[in-house]
């Protein structure tokens, strides 16, 4: 069925897994996930960016994730990522999704408060819940010192009095995470006391973990040796992501492994067998792919299994 997560985030919370939210795009992205979920028996949030919306045709993306409800009867969230202002946000409560993002981070606390506060009177009206960033993402590298370490990853005091002022229903936080494949430039290193001190305050709010792909070298090396140009690339290690899932993490979002499982496999496929045109032919090496990526962490990084 199409839920919320409201009782999904109350079970991981409580334990030390959390729920995998991936981007999707087209039905093959779609499919490679609900596939390996159907599999590990693990609910879902797939979630639909703006750009998603404007490739795909928001109705298009709609029906796609109810066939993907109705094919495995798992527990699935429709859910907004990054919802950029109050209108973005009410038209997808108003298209039935369950869950909402609305992303004014990079607007002042009082006004990221205001945005957000009403964006949750909407949604709660409809049975929606939302979704909320304070903090800006930025690699530590970024943020070279102190100050502005402090500047840009998430206050936990903000945290309080954000949550408290919005009746947000979970809280994505900066603790050093950031959009992509190049998250870091040295040591990979979030600040996970900044993270247990926001937990601490918060009593119990589910908290949201955005950039978190590990950007596994297979897959880059996959991409480079079959014409792709991708050096550098680092993600967030796997043993981190189960660290914040065992605290406040209930949410941990992905969308870059996506990417680079499916193109791998997608350059592979098309470099090793130069003569083929079929789309089916490489579009299902590609879906393959996003499945055994995110069975793997189903299973051995979020351990959301065998919860349905
Ligand atoms: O947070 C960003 C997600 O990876 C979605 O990316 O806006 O290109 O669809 P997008
Ligand atoms: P990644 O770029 O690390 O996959 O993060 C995705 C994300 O946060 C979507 O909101
Ligand atoms: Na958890
Ligand atoms: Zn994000």
Do not use: W
Not at 23 to 36: C, S
Not at 277 to 291: N, S, T
């Amino acid at each position: 069925p199409l839920v919320t997560s409201k009782d999904l985030f109350e079970k991981a919370y409580k334990k030390d897994y959390a729920i995998g939210a991936f981007n999707v795009n087209n039905m093959e992205i779609i499919q490679g996930i609900v596939d390996a979920a159907k599999e590990e028996r693990s609910p879902l949030i797939l979630q639909v960016s703006a750009g998603a919306r404007k490739y795909a045709n928001p109705v298009y993306l709609k029906k796609l994730v109810e066939a993907a409800i109705e094919d495995s009867g798992l527990p699935i969230v429709l859910h907004l990522d990054h919802g950029e202002s109050f209108e973005v946000c009410k038209q997808c409560v108003d298209d039935g999704f369950t869950s909402v993002m609305i992303d004014a981070s990079h607007h002042p606390l009082a006004e990221n408060i205001a945005i957000t506060k009403k964006v949750v009177e909407y949604a709660h009206a409809h049975g929606v819940v939302v979704e909320a960033e304070l903090g800006r993402l930025a690699g530590i590298e970024d943020a070279v010192n102190v100050s502005e370490k402090d500047a840009a990853f998430t206050n936990p005091d903000e945290a309080l009095e954000f949550v408290e002022k919005t009746g947000v229903d979970s809280l994505a936080i900066a603790i050093g995470t950031s959009h992509g494949a190049y998250k870091f430039s040295g040591e990979p290193k979030l600040d996970f006391d900044r993270l247990k001190e926001i937990d601490h305050k918060l009593k119990g709010t589910p908290l949201v973990l955005h950039g978190a792909s590990t950007v596994s070298a297979e897959f880059v090396d996959l991409c480079n040796q079959h014409g792709g140009t991708i050096p550098g690339a680092q993600g967030v290690p796997e043993e981190m992501i189960r660290k914040a899932a065992s605290m406040g993490v209930c949410k941990v979002n992905i969308d870059t492994d996506l990417r680079l499982a499916m193109t791998a496999a997608i350059r592979r496929e098309l470099y090793e067998n130069p003569s083929n045109f079929d789309p089916r032919k490489y579009l299902g090496p590609g879906r393959e792919a996003i499945k055994r990526m995110v069975q793997h962490k189903l299973a051995n990084v979020l351990g959301s299994t065998n919860l349905v």
